[in-house]
């Protein structure tokens, strides 16, 4: 007797129909595949003008345009857990600090606002917004949006930068937080939204 296969417009969905009975297992392989692949982004250092920077802002909107919102934003939280369990999955952390302390760290606003931002891709996604390459530009840019917002509100009001010793405050935190990667962050928005629509072309579908 056939399983039951629930509607999922996503890429994981057509590639990896959800069934009534395998729901768990699938989510929990797609989660920690996700994660890994965030880990090796992390390690993957690419020189850039004017910083260098790892692959893990691409990464992210591809989890959750494949994946979609919850189980988007479920594989970001499991990565979080990983690093604060003492896993070393974040970018240049020894041991020792992969933990809640790197959290509370200067990256740590950015790492929360990651989640949120799987969450808002993935759901624009599973309602039809990656339709066109432009749109889905749009959609992938939002959620860069959240996770600067996050990321610079962090470093400005929350964080204690070591150099600093303290929050940066707004102005400073834009300066170092933000602008140097507004150029890095155009072309990965472009490349993922590229990714995802080339994905849908390769396995047939005009979703």
């Known amino acids: 007797m056939q399983a039951n296969v629930t509607t999922d417009y996503t890429l994981a969905g057509a590639l990896w129909p959800q069934t009534a009975r395998g729901g768990f297992l699938r989510m929990a392989v797609l989660a920690i595949a996700g994660a890994a692949l ?22 992210v ?22 690093g604060m369990a003492g896993l070393p999955v974040f970018t240049n952390t020894p041991p020792q600090v992969a933990s809640a302390a790197y959290l509370l760290g200067p990256t740590g606003g950015y790492l929360i606002g990651w989640v949120g931002a799987a969450y808002l891709v993935g759901l624009l996604a599973e309602r039809g917004y990656g339709r066109t390459l432009p749109r889905l530009m749009g959609v992938i840019f939002l959620g860069s949006i959240v996770t600067f917002l996050c990321g ?51 396995i047939g579908t005009s979703r």
């Open 38 to 59: 965030l880990t090796l982004a992390a390690k993957i250092r690419v020189p850039f003008y004017p910083v260098p920077m790892t692959l893990q802002t691409l990464v």
């Open 152 to 202: 610079v509100s962090w470093l400005a009001f929350i964080a204690s930068v070591p150099s600093a010793g303290k929050a940066l405050g707004l102005m400073r935190a834009i300066e170092v937080g933000y602008i140097p990667f507004i150029l890095g962050d155009i072309v990965k928005v472009t490349l993922a939204a590229a990714i995802v629509r080339g994905s849908w072309s390769l």
């Open 61 to 82: 909107p591809l989890i959750a345009c494949a994946y979609g919102s919850r189980l988007g934003a479920a594989t970001i939280l499991l990565y979080i857990a990983e």
